[in-house]
């Protein structure tokens, strides 16, 4: 398990902080096997603060697989394109895209043009993208239309599985947290069912809370640490607003309503942050599973398939699972904001890094 990411930067557990469950090897949404991650980052000037983040469920070559999926909205202030075809199919089949608030509709078009020249077999019929998106407007300019199709293109091709970047990349660029640079943070856990042993993986894009409400591992801390926090005091911007997208991935058998259900436990993993779900935040969740695959074929009728097999975990046996939602949570929310340092973006706006060795010392005591 690591302690920094690719790049250095320090991550929760680098603090000295025990918390429950038995991460991945990477502690990462890419421990489950097939899963990649891709990000395009823009930092242009002084008020370009932005991207793109790119989750494929599988591999570039089988992304057009169907995995069993289901998602879930705590608070609906926000965006999540394709969901009602999850809900009626119970299938995704494309890359998962997190962006700013105004780029969800390049990012669209960026899936569907990727799918269109690099897998045109999956483009023949009909591509409904899942796009999913924050507000970074305190630090970036959102309405200048910087993000792009080729953007999205950008961070689909760099997908890769195994170690990755957290913080401001990607989508999570120009995101706050509790009133602290916040962005794109992931975690893991194994869960043992029987002779088996399966990972689920989560991927957080972190910009949601207010300052006062901060817990970590247990312990308020939002009010010893209340001191420089200027997002609080701009007057657009509403302590606790600003939305965060949770993507979850298993390799454990699952039907799409369990995917559901391990969706709906997200909130319970953020609750361990503090937030109590501000109105101004669009919380939206999705998971898929990986198994399975060559099932759940939502296109045209295939006649040559009569019937379709799902395996999946017994529902009686579904508990641990929730647990390693629930823990994987509250650990990316928590290196999303510790693999972090201060940024300025436009207008000379200031999000202020989580303070490390303050925050060690308060959770020592």
């Known amino acids: 398990m690591t302690l920094s990411t690719p790049t250095g930067k320090p991550r929760f557990r680098s603090l000295g902080v025990k918390l429950p469950g038995q991460p991945g090897p990477g502690n990462a949404i890419t421990d489950v096997p097939g899963v990649a991650v891709g990000y395009t980052t823009l930092v242009i000037d002084d008020h370009v603060r932005t991207g793109v983040t790119a989750i494929l469920p599988r591999p570039h070559a089988d992304v057009a697989h169907p995995c069993a999926a289901g998602w879930y909205s705590l608070n609906g202030n926000g965006e999540m394109t394709g969901t009602t075809w999850i809900t009626e199919s119970g299938a995704l089949s494309l890359p998962v895209l997190i962006t700013n608030t105004h780029a969800v509709g390049p990012c669209h078009r960026g899936v569907v043009d990727w799918v269109a020249t690099e897998r045109p077999d999956g483009a023949h019929e009909w591509l409904l993208p899942v796009v999913a998106e924050t507000w970074d407007g305190y630090l970036n300019d959102i309405n200048g239309s910087h993000i792009q199709p080729w953007h999205a293109i950008a961070a689909i091709e760099a997908a890769q599985p195994g170690g990755m970047d957290e913080g401001s990349v990607g989508g999570g660029t120009g995101m706050n947290c509790y009133g602290f640079k916040g962005g794109s943070g ?136 929730y647990a390693a939602v629930v823990q994987s949570v509250e650990e990316a929310v928590l290196n999303a904001l510790t693999a972090n340092e201060t940024m300025i973006g436009r207008e000379g706006h200031r999000s202020p890094a989580l303070p490390r060795e303050r925050l060690a010392t308060l959770l020592n005591r």
Do not use: M
């Not at 975690?187 to 910009?207: C, L, M, P």
């Not at 926090?229 to 997208?245: H, K, T």
């Open 186 to 321: 992931t975690a893991s856990r194994v869960v043992a069912h029987g002779r088996h042993e399966y990972t689920v993986g989560v991927f957080v894009q972190a910009n949601f809370g207010a300052r006062r409400e901060l817990t970590v591992a247990g312990i308020p801390v939002g009010d010893a640490l209340a001191d420089d926090n200027p997002l609080e005091d701009w007057s657009v911007a509403r302590p606790g607003a600003g939305s965060v997208i949770v993507v979850i991935a298993t390799d454990a058998p699952l039907l799409p309503g369990q995917c559901t259900a391990l969706a709906r436990r997200v909130p319970l993993g953020l609750a361990r942050t503090g937030t109590t779900g501000s109105h101004f935040s669009g919380d939206v969740f999705l998971a898929f599973s990986t198994a399975n695959e060559g099932a759940l074929t939502s296109g045209f009728p295939h006649p040559e398939k009569e019937f379709e097999d799902l395996r999946f975990i017994p529902w009686s046996h579904i508990d641990p699972f």
